[in-house]
């Protein structure tokens, strides 16, 4: 078994956790200012030193210092001696940075058909008529085997489903124009937050996402996320594109010694913040499954409420930092907390869990059974890596020198759903004006061949009398004829 994970130290027993049990998921919760970001940085860091690739979203920038050597700091020489770190050492961890908009990081990208219909609908907030017509544009295209790869793709498939809504009507069902229209005004919205930048090729190959350096050490993929939590959405939607992708497409390999990759989801309340129950029902399902994946999932958050107790139940290894109870709403946060712990006979949890100081926690981690151990408080180990950001300059020469540079840089723009449909159009409307002159030529044509009438004679007065007569005679009948049928009608009726 691959050396466990040092977290902390509760008195003089040594907190760590197991690598065979890391992906049965975690959570990591506490207030603001409380360590949580530190001890996300710490737990990166033991993972990539078993050689364990992890993924976590940097919400401040403040992670991106995992890649150079920490330096001396009063603090942190306490934390040393405090807790008989005898082999403590600064140094740095190998690292990627993504960027979904491409400054901060290589391009990360997906296309609009890998989204699929529920996260689209999600990312456009949409409501269950929208759902349900933005599925059935998906279903068409899918139909046709048209694909859609961006936002321009998308724009074309809901004109076209638009415009032949009375041809879609009995297969696949109503067409809301209404609906449509709305679709596309939150299209433009989603573009003017930056949306568009995700939808490209060459889409994130996740193996990328698993690469360890010359000396073992699983790398840190790193989510630049300081511009992207200003589209909440926008964020949210792509932790869970990541993890679907993940789970549709990694292998069986039931519980291995350690994880094939760690994910690390901050500000985790935004992924089911006003989330539907049918992308309730998803998340949980993917998070309980996806561990069989050889992937864990770590939930970086304020407050265990933030989480659905379906998905709460499913995190085996939790570390909760200090909570504030100033108001009665605080309170009742703070014992459900407590009750999500194992007991331990000399804490009061409930209690403790006010009165954590920074860099302090009580964790709760698996035993080599599967079972939660009983809670304790612990003094976090201090991170290796340097505390805080690098600068612009550190990340370009690291960037420089990635294992993907210059991979993801070029987006790649084949023919999908928007060209095909304007071939279509075009052809189409050659067609027409080929039919239009074709019906003007023969117009004339006829007309050109029409034989030419000789000038008439001038009638006489018996002929113009005769026909008068003939003319008064067919009026007659012709009136007749016509009463006789109104009145069998009104007869028979």
């Known amino acids: 078994m691959s050396d466990s994970i040092f977290i902390g130290q509760a008195g003089e027993l040594a907190i760590t956790l197991l690598p065979k049990l890391a992906n049965r998921h975690g959570l990591i919760a506490g207030a603001t200012g409380t360590g949580k970001t530190i001890t996300m940085q710490g737990l990166a860091e033991g993972f990539s030193e078993i050689g364990v690739p992890v993924f976590l979203a940097d919400i401040k920038g403040d992670v991106s210092g995992v890649t150079q050597p920490g330096k001396a700091h009063p603090k942190v020489a306490e934390r040393v001696v405090l807790m008989n770190l005898d082999d403590f050492k600064f140094q740095g961890f190998p690292a990627t940075f993504w960027d979904i908009f491409g400054k901060q990081g290589h391009p990360v990208r997906t296309t609009i058909s ?217 309170q009742k946060a703070v014992r459900a907390a407590a009750q999500t712990f194992r007991d331990n006979p000399e804490l009061d949890t409930e209690t403790v869990i006010t009165e954590l100081a920074v860099g302090e926690a009580l964790v709760s981690l698996l035993d080599e059974k599967g079972r939660p151990q009983i809670v304790q408080r612990t003094l976090i180990k201090p991170p290796k890596s340097q505390i805080g950001p690098i600068t612009d300059s550190q990340r370009t020469v690291l960037m420089s020198n990635s294992l993907v540079a210059g991979v993801y840089e070029k987006m790649v723009d084949r023919e999908s759903a928007y060209e095909i449909l304007n071939k279509r159009a075009e052809e189409l409307a050659k067609k027409q004006q080929a039919d239009e002159t074709a019906a003007t030529q023969a117009k004339e044509q006829a007309k050109a061949e029409k034989p030419k009438t000789t000038s008439r004679q001038r009638e006489t007065p018996m002929e113009a009398f005769f026909k008068s007569a003939m003319r008064s005679i067919g009026t007659q009948i012709g009136g007749r004829l016509v009463r006789g049928i109104l009145g069998s009608l009104l007869k028979g009726k």
Do not use: C
């Open 114 to 330: 890998d989204m699929g219909p529920l996260l689209m609908s999600r990312l456009l907030n949409l409501n269950d008529t929208q759902e349900g017509v933005l599925s059935l544009v998906f279903r068409v295209a899918d139909d046709n085997g048209w694909l859609l790869l961006d936002m321009k793709d998308l724009r074309a498939m809901l004109k076209f489903v638009a415009d032949n809504a009375a041809d879609f009507q009995t297969v696949y069902g109503n067409v809301s124009a209404a609906s449509v229209g709305a679709i596309q005004r939150r299209l433009i919205t989603l573009e003017d937050q930056g949306g568009d930048q995700l939808f490209a090729e060459p889409v994130l190959n996740l193996d990328d996402l698993m690469q360890t350096d010359s000396e073992g050490k699983g790398v840190i993929n790193m989510l630049a996320a300081n511009t992207l939590m200003n589209s909440p959405q926008l964020y949210s939607t792509f932790l869970l594109w990541l993890m679907s992708q993940l789970f549709e497409q990694l292998p069986e390999v039931g519980d291995p010694e350690k994880p094939k990759l760690v994910l690390f989801f901050d500000e985790a309340h935004l992924i089911f913040k006003d989330a539907p129950q049918v992308l309730l029902d998803k998340v949980e399902q993917v998070v309980r499954l996806i561990r069989s994946k050889g992937v864990g999932v770590y939930f970086v958050t304020q407050n265990p409420t933030d989480i659905p107790d379906s998905v709460l139940a499913q995190l085996g290894n939790r570390i909760q930092h200090a909570l504030r109870a100033y108001t009665a709403r605080d």
